[in-house]
Each structure stands twice: as C-alpha cells, then as structure tokens.
C-alpha cells in the first residue's frame, strides 16, 4: 500500500506560480498511475491531471489545460504538478492520488493529506 504526503502549496498572487510536490513510500511508486485533484471550499473534488506509470501520457482537466503540467520522477518516488499564470479560482486544497491501470481521472485507490494553494487578486 503506497502513502503519499504533498508539498509546495502556499500563497501567491494571481499570474504567479507555484510547483507541488508527492512522495511517494511504502509501495511500488512506478507501477501506478497517478493524479492531482483539488477542493475548493463549498465544492466537490475535483480532477486536475493524471499521468501514467511511466509518464508518457498525460491528461488535464479543461480549466487547467496549457497552465498546468504534471509530470513524475519514478526513482525519486515522487509526482510533480507545475502551475503557472495561477487565477484565484484555482484556490483549493491540492490531493495526489493514485491507482492501478492506466490514465483516468476516476477510482483511485490511495490519497494523500492534501496542500493549501491560495491564489490573491
């Protein structure tokens, strides 16, 4: 069973960015997919990017698409989310997530604790 733990969320302006980061431990990191979702007050979680075990195919959730880039180090056991021109709409808690199978952005298996990203007019 894999535990994830995310870091790198913060405070930034509106056009700023920020890059999150997940550690990976206790399973095989590189045979899993994994995936970025956030929650922002008031609303369900939401899908942001998925990449598969070896990292050659990606998908994003529209809101997101060309600021947005998800990508893995497998033998540092760790996920990256890089976001750029960040809006305050995408204001939330930040969750890694992973799953067997390929890419997708439902039925993930495992959770992280989630990270704090605020974005200021």
Request: with cysteine; proline share 2%.
């Amino acid at each position: 069973q894999v535990q994830l733990l995310e870091s790198g969320g913060g405070l930034v302006q509106a056009g700023g960015s920020l890059r999150l980061s997940c550690a990976a431990s206790g399973g095989t990191f590189s045979s899993y997919t994994m995936g970025w979702f956030r929650q922002a007050p008031g609303n369900e979680r939401e899908f942001v990017a998925t990449i598969s075990w070896i990292g050659t195919r990606t998908s994003y959730a529209d809101s997101v698409k060309g600021r947005f880039t998800i990508s893995r180090h497998n033998a540092k056991n760790t996920l990256y989310l890089q976001m750029n021109s960040l809006k305050p709409e995408d204001t939330a808690v930040y969750y890694c997530a992973a799953r067997r199978g390929g890419v997708g952005p439902k039925d993930y298996d495992y959770w992280g604790q989630g990270t704090q990203v605020t974005v200021s007019s």
